[in-house]
């Protein structure tokens, strides 16, 4: 045993000794980038805002110029449209003008609106 014993630790040493050679040898090479260098340029491009509520003053201004009472059993066409935005506005086309609401006022609400109410 004490033979096998004594071949394997010179085994490993050897294998050692290899190993620190390999590692010499690639940190003596001058390493080579793989990848190029980086270009960069400017470029002008246009930040585009998302949908915006109405100004405080536009809204104050809207609820002067309300619309007048209409049956609410008329049929009425309405084009709503998704808009976006921070609260997800929604615009509403109807009877010749064109109102904004907020995503969180619900149908009902709309319609009684755009009927005067």
Excluded at 9 to 31: D, G, K, L, T, Y
Excluded at 39 to 48: G, I
Excluded at 85 to 108: D, I, L, N
Aim: positive net charge; proline residues 4%.
């Amino acid at each position: 045993m004490d033979d096998h014993a004594a071949e394997d630790a010179m085994r490993q040493a050897m294998n050692q000794s290899r190993h620190a050679e390999e590692v010499e040898r690639a940190f003596a090479q001058e390493i080579e980038l793989t990848f190029g260098v980086p270009h960069w340029s400017w470029k002008r491009v246009q930040n585009q805002t998302p949908a915006q509520g109405q100004s405080a003053a536009a809204r104050r201004a809207s609820f002067k110029r309300r619309l007048s009472h209409r049956s609410m059993r008329k049929p009425i066409e309405v084009v709503l449209t998704f808009r976006g935005g921070p609260e997800c506005w929604v615009q509403a086309e109807a009877r010749g003008r064109t109102f904004r609401f907020p995503g969180y006022v619900s149908v009902y609400e709309v319609l009684q609106r755009l009927n005067g109410w």
